[in-house]
C-alpha cells in the first residue's frame, strides 16, 4: 500500500527555494510534490487549460463537465483536489459555481520549477 503524504495547508501560492537553486529540504519538497500530483491527472490539466481559456474566464461545473465528457460529481471532484492544491477558486453565484485558476498559484510553481520561465 503507498505511503499517505501529510496533509498540509495549501491555500496560498507555494513558496520556496527554486528547485536549480539550491537542494530543497524536506518540508519545501513536500509542498511541491503535493501541488504537482495535484495537476497529475489528465482530467484535471484539461480543467487547468479550459479555466485558463475560458472566454468568460469563470465557466461553471456544468460547462466544464461537457467540455471533457465526465460527469459534473467527477468533475466537481477533480476541482476539489485542484482547490485544496490551491491552484482553482470556486465561487456559488445562485444555482452555479463558477470556477477559476489562480494564476499567481500557477506563477509561483513556474518559477519554483524553473525561475528563468517568467523573465
Same mark, same amino acid.
Given at each position: 500500500?503507498? $505511503?499517505a503524504?501529510?496533509? @498540509?495547508?495549501m491555500s496560498?501560492?507555494?513558496?520556496? !527555494?527554486?528547485v536549480?537553486?539550491a537542494a530543497m ?7 511541491v510534490? *503535493?501541488?504537482l $500530483?495535484?495537476?497529475?491527472?489528465? &482530467?484535471?490539466?484539461?480543467?487547468? /487549460?479550459?479555466l485558463l !481559456? /475560458?472566454? /468568460?474566464?469563470e +465557466? %461553471?461545473?456544468?460547462? *466544464? ?8 460529481s !467527477?468533475?466537481s471532484?477533480?476541482l476539489?483536489?485542484l482547490? %485544496?492544491a #490551491?491552484m482553482v477558486e /470556486?465561487?456559488?453565484? #445562485?444555482? %452555479?459555481t ?6 499567481d498559484a *500557477? #506563477? &509561483?510553481m513556474c518559477r @519554483?520549477?524553473? +525561475?528563468d520561465?517568467? !523573465?
Amino acid at each position: 500500500m503507498p $505511503k499517505a503524504l501529510p496533509v @498540509i495547508d495549501m491555500s496560498a501560492p507555494v513558496c520556496c !527555494t527554486p528547485v536549480a537553486a539550491a537542494a530543497m529540504d524536506e518540508a519545501a519538497a513536500l509542498e511541491v510534490a *503535493l501541488r504537482l $500530483k495535484a495537476l497529475a491527472d489528465p &482530467a484535471r490539466v484539461r480543467l487547468m /487549460s479550459l479555466l485558463l !481559456t /475560458s472566454p /468568460s474566464g469563470e +465557466p %461553471n461545473s456544468g460547462e *466544464l463537465a461537457a467540455a471533457v465528457g465526465l460527469s459534473e460529481s !467527477t468533475v466537481s471532484h477533480h476541482l476539489a483536489q485542484l482547490r %485544496n492544491a #490551491g491552484m482553482v477558486e /470556486s465561487e456559488r453565484r #445562485g444555482m %452555479n459555481t463558477v470556477h477559476r485558476a489562480r494564476r499567481d498559484a *500557477l #506563477g &509561483a510553481m513556474c518559477r @519554483i520549477l524553473d +525561475p528563468d520561465c517568467c !523573465t
